[in-house]
């Protein structure tokens, strides 16, 4: 066990929706990162925020959009849902904004029908 | 474009035998490089982590080399047992703006067979 959990587990959902995922981090950690993982593909960095401000970007859609709120905790939400969009969703955090060493949680797998 | 590369999808090892998990990287900013551990229905769990300062790193049963000048990394795990099979994650990070983002490659599916 990590100490980071993910909620919900599964999630199916039509293409135009709009669905939410949320992270809660290891206690005493202020990083979170989100990383998409599609079929056959690597890890892709989504977006990290540290202590609640956005602190990288990576190859996130303008569809997708994230925060992390005060008590730490993250959500990641994905709108105007494509079929694309399926994929494994992770989210990672380490106690300082330098990612020497993430910790990840077990992950969302998306389903857009 | 890939800039961290794992060629091999899969590697297939007896008990007790050595396996050994390439990766290769063409951003030379990269100085900071990782590998993980996944299991089916999990997330990735850290295994072991080079800074380009150093070119081998040791952590009982797995040793990770980085090879700077043919931005090549390996990790070698002796002796390999079943409960290793997994797929094997490499990733590189380089300072942008202060904070480390790692690339990941697209894994190798190690099986250990006993």
């Known amino acids: 066990d990590s100490g980071v959990t993910q909620t919900p587990k599964h999630l199916i959902t039509a293409t135009g929706q709009r669905v939410t995922l949320r992270c809660s981090p290891r206690s005493g950690d202020l990083s979170v990162y989100w ?3 599609s079929l056959d593909q690597g890890l892709q960095f989504l977006i990290q925020y540290y202590n609640g401000e956005e602190r990288a970007k990576g190859n996130i859609l303008e569809r997708f959009s994230a925060q992390q709120f005060p008590d730490l905790h993250s959500e990641l939400n994905l709108s105007s849902l ?3 969009d399926s994929a494994l969703y992770f989210c990672a955090s380490s106690v300082a904004a330098v990612n020497t060493e993430a910790f990840f949680g077990q992950g969302t797998r998306l389903t857009v029908v | 474009d890939q800039q961290v590369k794992q060629n091999s999808p899969s590697l297939s090892v007896q008990e ?3 396996s050994i998990l390439n990766c290769d990287y063409t951003n030379s900013m990269f100085d900071y490089f990782l590998w993980y551990k996944k299991y089916p229905a999990e997330g990735p769990t850290f295994l072991i982590s080079i800074s380009s ?3 081998k790193n040791e952590d009982g049963r797995f040793t990770v080399f980085l090879n700077k000048s043919a931005k090549h990394l390996s ?9 290793d099979s997994a797929v094997y994650f490499c990733a590189a990070s380089a300072k942008d703006g202060g904070s480390y983002i790692p690339t990941f490659g697209r894994g190798t599916s190690l099986i250990v067979h006993p």
Do not use: A, C, F, T
């Open chain 1, 82 to 84: 494509e079929l694309g």
């Open chain 1, 35 to 37: 990383y998409q993982q």
């Open chain 2, 53 to 55: 300062i150093k070119d």
């Open chain 2, 16 to 18: 007790g035998r050595i």
């Open chain 2, 75 to 83: 990790l070698h795990i002796v002796p390999s047992q079943p409960g």
